[in-house]
């Protein structure tokens, strides 16, 4: 069964930045950065892909300010957040998917395992 338990929430002023980590097993899948704020859908925010190399994808909203990466060494898969924005606060989940492509990668049914979440709340 695939694990995955994130960190690296907190709190951060508008401007800051903050790294979340995920420690997965799933190292061999897809795997993708969902956040979710209170009364809100959740939404993908970035993904990488198991293929190609590692193809990343990210949302509108974050491109240009955060980094989706993984250390297939240390199990582990990050997100770099800078220039952070009161919009992105919520909480964070790290999930593991089969496959993404460009389509599809911020499905939130196409993951199958997901971790428990970490908070990040962005002040201004």
């Known amino acids: 069964q695939v694990q995955l338990m994130e960190s690296g929430g907190g709190s951060a002023q508008t401007g800051g930045s903050r790294r979340l980590s995920c420690v997965t097993s799933a190292v061999l899948y897809s795997m993708g950065w969902f956040r979710q704020a209170p009364g809100k859908e959740r939404e993908g925010v970035a993904a990488?892909?198991?293929?190609?190399?590692?193809?990343?994808y990210y949302a509108d909203s974050v491109k240009g300010r955060f980094t989706i990466s993984r250390d297939n060494t240390k199990n582990t898969l990050y997100l770099q957040m800078n220039i952070l924005k009161p919009e992105d606060s919520g909480m964070y989940y790290c999930a593991a998917a089969g496959l993404v492509t460009a389509d599809d990668w911020s499905d939130q049914y196409k993951y199958h395992a997901w971790g428990q979440g970490t908070q990040v709340t962005v002040s201004s």
């Open positions: 990488i892909s198991s293929a190609g190399g590692g193809i990343t």
